[in-house]
């Protein structure tokens, strides 16, 4: 029997996880169009590597990578590229990304598949090439890419490689499914994972024990391996990577680092299941098992859904009831976020779309003043204060969040799910997290302007000592050699063969130099409306909270509001146009 130790705080929602597991997973029928965002997780954007009018098949690469931490992508189907541009994609603010449209055929037709039982006989090296070619990323939540993930190591060799098969968010259950069902591949994913290691790490599964066929499932798919299954108590949120890695291990990750710093690895059950059928089969990431539930479907299930498929073609496969829908969620109840349009797309985060009715989740309530209950203290599994980190977030001292450790904060939502006052703590988290973010951004622009103004300095001192060098040199060659026409005239010859066109033609070619290149700047623009997307949510906040608050107040932070949203507005202009 395996140790586990207990985690601080924690809450227990109800699970309401029977209903979308009556039935087995599901396929929902081929949508017309795909729309498959270029950015879909942690890391940088891909570039479009096809173009308006090309026949694509299906698994076929359409986006390539862009920098050192991303993941490509692939067709979903296969059809005609029919659009490339920017879309609203799953966030709450309803923000654009560029996206590729494939108007699917309906046939099918598959790219070539590198299928390759023996993947034994390939070189660790090969097996991360082919994992980061298939555009695989965790698909637990934030979606960091996997194989810069497997290539971790800190100072310790990875010793521990956690599979997170825990899924305790409320109404998610697209990880049991899978597990129920393709046991038998999460396990040859697992053994797969576990070929990158010289020195065969431990392997262990954390599952909460009330997952007991899924729980059988595995048990019956390892039993010929050295694989763990560690059952661990229900709880939210268990499955939090530094919360089971203390409750499997009794490890804590400190605060600021990443498990493998201290030899650990935390993969999802369901990026398992991916490499399998990266490695295996040859298939890219093209779809992922997504959870549909909530009173206002006629069906609550789960669908194997390719990436690209809208929400609302989803909810319409599920029987949606418009007029029972309280509030549509991408995500669950707990880490999940109100979504503006029916009409994004799934991507490979996403894991559950929640279409409850009013019974289930009421709407949102109005925020109400802190009462100092101490509340949601009692329940942060990261023993932070969110009370002073709410004041520290409403007043925007960066300097005591950090002090408070807000970037240790999970972003779970224990805390808001207890709070007496209706208060979205969680909201103000991520919003000071983005506001510090950029300040670091803009902070490190600067010292990167100011390393570049002094280098300039310390170039033009060194020309200037190099022409002061040159000038003692040509006055002692002058002392040696008084002829005047060997000093004089040679400088003033070479200085007259410049014509003015010479000139014009230099001062073009140094500005062209200079002209920073399309990618340079669609980036630039990218991050420019991301940072204007974070502004106006936290306006936005801040205007709502303010609802206690004197007309000037609250005019003041109307304008500061509508102020970032012309901002937003004229940077997703620029950037729709470059990207044209
Ligand atoms: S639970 Fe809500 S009301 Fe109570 S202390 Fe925390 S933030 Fe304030
Ligand atoms: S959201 Fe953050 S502050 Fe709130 S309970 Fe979770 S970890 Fe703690």
């Avoid at 890391?43 to 920098?67: M, R, S, Y």
């Avoid at 279409?355 to 009421?362: I, K, M, R, T, Y």
């Avoid at 950029?438 to 010292?447: H, I």
Wanted: some cysteine; proline content about 6%.
């Amino acid at each position: 029997m395996n140790r586990v130790w207990d985690t601080p705080g924690g809450i227990h929602p109800p699970a309401n996880k029977r209903q979308s597991l009556t039935l087995p997973i599901g396929y929902p029928k081929l949508p017309e169009r795909l729309v498959v965002p270029l950015i879909q997780h942690i890391g940088e954007h891909c570039i479009a590597c096809v173009t308006i009018g090309q026949q694509v098949l299906k698994g076929e690469l359409i986006g390539v990578v862009d920098g050192a931490l991303g993941t490509s992508v692939h067709a979903p189907s296969s059809g005609i590229v029919s659009a490339i541009e920017a879309r609203p994609v799953g966030h709450q603010s309803g923000s654009l990304a560029p996206c590729i449209e494939i108007l699917t055929d309906g046939l099918e037709r598959w790219v070539s598949r590198p299928k390759t039982r023996d993947y034994r006989q390939l070189a660790p090296s090969q097996l991360l090439e082919r994992i980061a070619q298939s555009g695989i990323c965790g698909l637990g939540g934030a979606g960091f890419p996997t194989a810069t993930k497997l290539t971790f190591n800190g100072a310790v060799p990875i010793s521990t490689i956690i599979i997170n098969a825990t899924e305790c968010e409320p109404y998610v259950t697209a990880d049991e499914s899978l597990m129920r069902e393709r046991a038998d591949e999460i396990i040859a994913g697992i053994g797969i994972i576990a070929l990158l290691y010289d020195n065969t790490p431990r392997l262990v599964i954390g599952i909460e024990e009330t997952k007991p066929e899924a729980c059988a499932a595995l048990l019956a798919a390892s039993h010929a391996s050295a694989i763990e299954i560690v059952q661990i108590p229900s709880k939210y949120p268990s499955g939090g990577e530094r919360q089971l890695i203390y409750t499997l291990t009794g490890k804590e990750v400190p605060s600021g680092r990443i498990p493998a710093s201290i030899g650990i690895l935390c993969i999802n059950v369901a990026t398992t299941y991916a490499i399998k059928r990266a490695i295996i089969d040859g298939e890219p990431l093209i779809s992922r098992v997504v959870t549909v539930t909530g009173k206002a479907c006629g069906t609550q299930r789960n669908y194997q859904t390719l990436i690209g498929t809208p929400v609302q073609h989803l909810l319409d496969h599920s029987g949606l009831d418009d007029s029972r829908l309280s509030k549509l969620i991408m995500g669950g109840p707990m880490i999940g976020f109100d979504l503006p349009y029916a009409s994004v797309p799934v991507v490979k985060t996403s894991y559950c779309i929640l279409a409850p009715d009013a019974s289930e989740l009421a709407p949102t309530a109005p925020e109400r003043a802190c009462i100092r209950c101490g509340f949601c203290a009692e329940v942060c599994p990261v023993s932070l204060l969110p009370q002073q980190l709410l004041w520290h977030a409403k007043t925007a001292d960066h300097q005591r969040l950090e002090e408070h450790n807000l970037f240790d904060c999970i972003e779970c939502g224990a805390c808001a799910y207890v709070c007496p006052s209706h208060i979205p703590l969680v909201q103000y988290y991520r919003a000071s997290k983005g506001e510090i973010d950029a300040a670091r951004a803009d902070k490190a622009n600067a010292r990167q302007a100011r390393q570049r103004f002094e280098f300039h300095q310390l170039r033009l001192a060194r020309l200037e000592r190099e022409k002061n060098q040159r000038r003692k040199a040509r006055r002692a060659a002058a002392g040696s050699n008084p002829s005047p026409s060997s000093r004089i005239k040679a400088p003033k010859a070479s200085i007259m063969r410049l014509s003015s066109a010479d000139i014009i033609a230099a001062a073009q070619g140094r500005t062209t130099e200079k002209k920073p290149t399309a990618e340079q700047t669609l980036n630039k623009l990218r991050r420019n409306v991301s940072t204007l997307q974070m502004r106006l949510e936290h306006a936005e906040r801040r205007l709502a909270a303010a609802a206690g608050e004197t007309a000037d107040k609250q005019n003041s932070l109307r304008a500061t509001a509508e102020d970032a949203r012309q901002k937003l507005h004229r940077g997703e202009q620029r950037l729709t146009e470059q990207y044209h």
